[in-house]
């Protein structure tokens, strides 16, 4: 398509995260061609936050699952539910 290379146009080191507007090797500037969007970086997170919402739920899901039977062994166990509990990461 457009050709247009993910890489840094001073160290030519690929973009590792292209929210970031600088470099994280040389901290050029990057151009803006190269960065997302405000609107990808929006679908991103949305992605991400839903992502996080369904791992809880599932989390949930299976810590509530109190007949025991079915899901993996001694996975549901209880200790593995308190990952969430520890606030909001
Ligand atoms: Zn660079």
Redo the contacts with the bound molecule.
Sequence with gaps: MGGMKLE?P??K?PIANRRIET?M????KIPKELLFTKEETEKLDSVLEKDKERHKAFMRRSSNNSNGGGFIDGFGGGDFGGFDGGGDI
């Excluded at 090797?25 to 050029?28: I, K, L, P, R």
């Design positions: 840094c001073e160290c080191r470099c090797y040389c901290e050029a």
